[in-house]
């Protein structure tokens, strides 16, 4: 089975679904906006053994303007942004997925994927409606929000500078360029792109 043709099909059936709920599909992305973040459900398809296709999706919550604080204006939808992967929050075996062989079983599966969003990702969404809940999840997962360790520093810090907290913002950058200072390169760019543009803010 045609993996391009299993994604399109498995949107194509979920639209009026997860449509009814406010999303707007842009591309392959089902975005909902609210006032200062957008909501975004991604399905997915990945080929397997034997002509098999597994379906899947993911979830993200995207704070425009903090990301444009991290990144400037290139930050678009596509953009990793705050990014909620179902695999670090719940699915041990890292994601769900649906196994289908043949074409006429994606209107089936589509409903049991449409279930697991409604039943994983829009609490997800609850969860993360404001910069303030965005920095407890930052705090508290284990693996938070699917983000590396460095990427964490920068969610955060860019978090508390928005939320006012500029002092607090700057010690955790500069406490993390310290403890990279003898690490990788690419283990501080972003950290440091981030302590520069704050810089010129100031």
């Given at each position: 089975?045609?993996?391009?043709?299993?994604?399109?099909?498995?949107v194509?059936?979920?639209?009026?679904?997860?449509?009814?709920?406010g999303?707007?599909?842009?591309?392959?992305?089902?975005?909902?906006?609210?006032?200062?973040?957008?909501?975004?459900v991604?399905p997915?398809?990945?080929?397997?053994?034997m002509?098999?296709?597994?379906?899947?999706?993911?979830?993200?919550?995207?704070?425009?303007?903090?990301?444009?604080l991290?990144?400037?204006?290139?930050?678009?939808?596509?953009?990793?942004?705050?990014?909620?992967?179902?695999?670090h929050?719940?699915a041990?075996?890292?994601?769900y997925?649906?196994?289908?062989?043949a074409?006429?079983?994606?209107p089936?599966?589509?409903?049991?994927?449409?279930?697991?969003?409604?039943?994983?990702?829009?609490?997800?969404?609850?969860?993360?409606?404001?910069?303030?809940?965005?920095?407890?999840?930052?705090?508290?997962?284990?693996?938070?929000?699917g983000?590396s360790?460095?990427?964490?520093?920068?969610?955060?810090?860019?978090?508390?500078?928005?939320?006012?907290?500029?002092?607090?913002?700057?010690?955790?950058?500069?406490?993390?360029?310290?403890?990279r200072?003898?690490?990788?390169?690419?283990?501080?760019?972003?950290?440091?792109?981030?302590f520069?543009?704050?810089?010129?803010?100031?």
């Amino acid at each position: 089975m045609d993996q391009k043709h299993a994604l399109v099909s498995l949107v194509e059936s979920l639209e009026p679904k997860i449509g009814s709920h406010g999303f707007l599909l842009r591309g392959n992305l089902f975005v909902r906006e609210g006032a200062d973040r957008q909501e975004i459900v991604q399905p997915g398809a990945v080929r397997k053994s034997m002509g098999r296709v597994g379906l899947l999706y993911g979830a993200r919550v995207r704070f425009p303007a903090l990301e444009r604080l991290i990144h400037g204006n290139s930050a678009d939808a596509s953009h990793s942004g705050s990014y909620g992967g179902l695999s670090h929050l719940i699915a041990e075996k890292g994601y769900y997925d649906w196994t289908i062989e043949a074409p006429d079983a994606i209107p089936v599966v589509a409903e049991a994927v449409f279930a697991n969003i409604m039943q994983v990702a829009f609490p997800f969404f609850d969860d993360h409606v404001t910069l303030d809940s965005l920095l407890r999840a930052l705090r508290t997962h284990k693996r938070p929000l699917g983000l590396s360790p460095e990427d964490q520093v920068v969610y955060r810090a860019a978090a508390l500078w928005q939320l006012g907290s500029r002092e607090e913002s700057r010690k955790m950058l500069t406490d993390a360029l310290e403890e990279r200072v003898d690490q990788l390169p690419k283990k501080r760019v972003q950290i440091e792109s981030l302590f520069r543009r704050l810089e010129v803010l100031t």
